[in-house]
């Protein structure tokens, strides 16, 4: 893939990933095919700020564990209470790096 | 899918709390903290309106003197935690003592299911209805 695009893909989705996996996604974007560029720039990521305040607010619920696709986890916090109120606070905490985690997992699919 | 050890970390800690927490209610058990029951739940506290399984522990309780009637009467969610919080561990141990994947691999399967389009719809419509049933009992 170009350097450019390369270059305008982390500048505009970085805060997506975790900060140490940066320069293995710039490898991974460098050594990719032009035409998956359209494949990565559709993906859906989801937003680690956004899921913090899903979770503070629809947490208890399950909801943030729905969200990023971990749906067994969400079924089992909205039936348990969130985890009798454990599991939520927990989540609070927990689900941004979940987020990140899964758009990671999410361009690695769109990559390969 | 989350990676099979931390499923199985979280799983076991989960059931081990649930367990705890059963106990403990068991064993203190008064009518008057059935009553008001549901004190640990946040969103109730917050709200003021009982989530979906509020009403499981007291559920749990009452299957525990084997009032099954009174049990789904208070939250059918009950029968289920009651079944997962002692099924669920000795799965996990027996997969653990075999070296073999069987609850990691009913879990995606399980996953799966929940994420067809009417599946999905059929449980968000019980657990609604069930919802609205437990504000209806316990608002």
């Known amino acids: 893939m170009e350097q450019s ?5 982390i500048a505009t989705n970085a805060k997506f ?13 460098q050594k990719a095919d032009d035409s998956k560029y359209l494949m990565v720039q559709s993906s859906n990521f989801k937003d ?7 979770s503070i607010f629809g947490g208890h619920l399950g909801i943030d564990r729905f969200m990023v696709g971990d749906t067994g986890l969400g079924v089992a916090k909205l039936l348990t209470c969130g985890g009798i109120g ?23 699919r769109a990559l390969y | 899918m989350p990676q099979k050890k931390w499923l199985y970390t979280l799983v076991i800690f989960s059931c081990l709390t649930g367990v705890l927490w059963a106990c403990w209610n ?39 003197r084997l009032e099954f009637r009174e049990a789904l009467y208070t939250n059918p969610i009950g ?54 049933w437990n504000i209806y009992k316990f608002a």
């Open chain 1, 5 to 9: 695009k390369v270059d305008m893909f």
């Open chain 1, 17 to 29: 990933f975790e900060s140490h996996l940066i320069p293995q996604i710039h490898d991974m974007l």
């Open chain 1, 48 to 54: 680690p700020t956004t899921m913090l305040i899903v």
């Open chain 1, 86 to 108: 454990i599991w939520t606070i927990v989540d609070w905490f927990l689900i941004m790096g979940r987020a990140r985690e899964v758009n990671f997992i999410n361009l690695q």
């Open chain 2, 26 to 64: 068991v064993t203190h058990y008064t009518p008057i903290n059935v009553a008001s029951g549901a004190d640990v739940c946040l969103f109730r506290r917050v709200t003021g309106i009982p989530c979906p399984s509020c009403g499981s522990t007291r559920a749990i309780l009452h299957i525990s």
């Open chain 2, 79 to 132: 029968f289920l935690l009651a079944a997962g919080i002692i099924l669920f561990p000795l799965w996990i141990l027996y997969d653990l003592a075999k070296s073999k994947n069987t609850f990691y691999h009913f879990y995606g399967s399980m996953e799966a299911v929940i994420r067809k389009r009417w599946v999905a719809a059929l449980l968000i419509f019980l657990v609604a209805a069930n919802w609205l």
